[in-house]
């Protein structure tokens, strides 16, 4: 992982370069980790479609927003999980 401390201005910054990177002999020792396959780089085709700029990994396969409409409804409906999350009638 990357050693860098990591701040507000950091996030807000555009960029594909992830934020930091994952080294699994940098994680955590649990047990059975010794037996997961090593962490590998997502393939360059995945870079042009999807966001990996958090830690040069991602479970989700949401693509990367190519108008600026599709990220404001993105955000919008992040805000909106948000809200809900936060909201004690829901949880």
């Known amino acids: 992982?990357?050693?860098r401390l990591i701040?507000?201005?950091d996030i807000?910054?555009?960029t594909d370069e992830p934020l930091?990177?994952?080294n699994i002999e940098e994680l955590l020792k649990l047990p059975d980790?010794?037996?997961e396959s090593p962490l590998e780089s997502p393939k360059?085709?995945?870079l042009q479609t999807y966001d990996f700029s958090l830690d040069g990994h991602s479970p989700f396969d949401i693509p990367k927003p190519k108008t600026q409409e599709e990220k404001e409804r993105l955000v919008s409906g992040f805000i909106?999980?948000?809200r809900k999350l936060f909201d004690p009638e829901n949880n």
Do not use: Q, V, Y
């Open 33 to 35: 980790l010794d037996r």
């Open 7 to 9: 701040g507000f201005k």
């Open 80 to 82: 909106s999980g948000l």
């Open 12 to 14: 807000s910054l555009l």
């Open 20 to 22: 930091s990177t994952l």
């Open 44 to 46: 360059a085709s995945w």
């Open 1 to 3: 992982m990357n050693k």
